[in-house]
Nanobody, 114 residues
Framework: QVQLVESGGDLVQPGGSLRLSCVAS????????MGWYRQAPGKQRELVAT???????NYADSVKGRFTISRDNAQNTVYLQMDSLRPEDTAVYYC????????WGQGTRVTVSS
């Protein structure tokens, strides 16, 4: 399994921005489909965005136009740029890697509140 380490979670005011990072421990990072998921208190984990090794992206409707997923295959890192944050974006955000098997990170907490 791939080890994934997320960072970047924080407390931010509504309308603010954050960038999450996830570093993967693998020598074949470009083969993985990387994704960000989130889980709000009392809710199920949900997809936020995914990006293939070639850079094709997919977003949940709730974040389209506000969040941008990207990756740096040379640095084994996937990013989630989050702009125009809303209180409903408050959640623990998890990094996900899919290639044959699925791996998850430990999560990083994002709180959007004034």
């Amino acid at each position: 399994q791939v080890q994934l380490v997320e960072s970047g979670g924080d407390l931010v005011q509504p309308g603010g921005s954050l960038r999450l990072s996830c570093v993967a421990s693998t020598s074949i990072f470009s083969r993985y489909v990387m994704g960000w998921y989130r889980q709000a208190p009392g809710k199920q984990r949900e997809l936020v965005a995914t990006v293939t090794g070639g850079g094709n992206t997919n977003y949940a409707d709730s974040v389209k136009g506000r969040f941008t997923i990207s990756r740096d295959n040379a640095q084994n890192t996937v990013y989630l740029q989050m702009d125009s944050l809303r209180p409903e974006d408050t959640a623990v955000y998890y990094c996900n890697a899919r290639y044959v098997r699925v791996s998850w990170g430990q999560g990083t907490r994002v709180t959007v509140s004034s």
